[in-house]
């Protein structure tokens, strides 16, 4: 089955052709960092019209670069939510239009689902059940995973996501965005011990996180060192990464022990941190599984194959167009109910 996938949903525009033989054909995004950039943060009319003007010549070079065309399409998965409500009616009417014409299915797409399933597009597939970190801009969820489509949420952040406190953290530190990979560099040079930042909630039972403690120490700690030279820069950004990726990874060792579970996948923009990665690998009685970096933040190729493993269990939706700002994972049906 060949399945194009659209992701739409904030300031990406993603589109993927997925093979369920052959594996990932083709990934092309566009990214609309620079676009954003004077702003502070995303416009989400501009995301909008920026996703309009770049999606059908993203669809062009997908199939080209995939050697196939419209006519070899077997369904179309398009992100349906949680995002911009006006960014996820670009890819969605667009995906369910153009299914339309073809006469094939179209499929909409949790987009946290899509991150999630990301990591099993490798042929390493963990057995269920198994737990799930999902870190990305906008969740912070520990999820466990019966089956596509079958999650219950263990916990989840009460505020800031763990991908926005590194956005907010870079801002302060005046480095760019996202935040994520420049906090992560700047870091290298860092000294881990220069200050102690503090792990949220880890002094209590439970598996919910919160970040925005994390984000005010941050602050208070740039404060008092002003004017910062690159060292400062440097230290601080290694001791937030240290902070955020402790507070993570005891929070998955504490899943994993509940759970019995001998097998975590991370996914989403977080899960490409290496030091995260490393940390998780090192501390856990259990294997771990993410994606390749650019498979972890926004792309089509985790809708498409999300898509593509719904669309393999005959799964069908109605002719209409359903996006949803905000969407909790566990009402999904599960896939082959
Ligand atoms: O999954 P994603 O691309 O978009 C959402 O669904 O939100 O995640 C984006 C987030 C951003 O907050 C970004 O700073 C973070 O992922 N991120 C990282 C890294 N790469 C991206 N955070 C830490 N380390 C990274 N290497
Ligand atoms: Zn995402």
Redesign the pocket.
């Given at each position: 089955m060949l399945v194009l996938g659209i992701e739409t949903?904030?300031d990406?525009t993603g589109l993927a052709v997925y093979d369920s033989q052959a594996g990932l054909l083709a990934n092309v995004l566009h990214s609309q960092v620079e676009l954003h950039a004077d702003y502070g943060g995303v416009v989400p009319e501009l995301a909008s019209r920026d996703h309009i003007r770049k999606i059908v010549p993203l669809t062009r070079a997908v199939l080209d670069r995939a050697g196939r065309s419209l006519a070899d399409l077997d369904g179309v998965a398009y992100t349906a939510g949680p995002g911009l409500m006006g960014a996820l009616l670009v890819g969605a009417g667009f995906g369910r239009s153009l299914a339309w014409t073809l006469g094939i299915p179209a499929l909409g797409i949790h987009?946290m689902e899509a991150?999630l399933l990301a990591p099993l597009m490798d042929a390493a597939q963990p057995p269920l059940p198994f737990v799930a970190l999902l870190v990305?801009?906008?969740?912070t969820q520990l999820v466990e995973v019966d089956g596509i489509g079958a999650y219950t949420m263990l916990g989840e952040s009460l505020d800031d996501a763990a991908?926005?406190a590194?956005?907010k953290a870079a801002k302060m530190l005046g480095l760019g965005y996202?935040?994520?990979?420049h906090?992560?560099r700047c870091a290298i040079d860092g000294d881990p011990a220069r200050f102690r930042f503090p792990r949220p909630m880890t002094d209590r039972p439970g598996l919910d996180f919160s970040f925005s403690g994390l984000k005010t120490f941050t602050l208070n700690t740039v404060k008092a060192h002003e004017p910062l030279n690159d060292r400062d820069r440097a230290d601080i950004a290694r001791c937030f990464e240290e902070a955020v990726v402790d507070t993570l990874a005891i929070k998955c060792r504490r899943a994993i022990d509940q759970n019995g579970a001998g097998h975590l996948v991370i996914a989403?923009?977080?899960s490409?941190?290496?030091r995260?990665r490393e940390r998780l690998e090192s501390k856990l009685d259990a294997r771990v599984h993410y994606a390749e970096p650019s498979l972890?933040?926004?792309n089509g190729a985790m809708v498409a194959f999300a898509g593509c493993q719904r669309l393999l269990t005959g799964e069908t939706e109605p002719l209409r167009i359903v996006t949803r700002a905000r969407w909790p994972m566990t009402s999904l049906a599960p896939a082959n109910s």
């Open positions: 949903s904030c990406e987009h991150h990305s801009g906008g969740h991908g926005e590194f956005d996202p935040g994520g990979p906090i992560a989403g923009g977080v490409a941190n290496v995260l972890c933040t926004d």
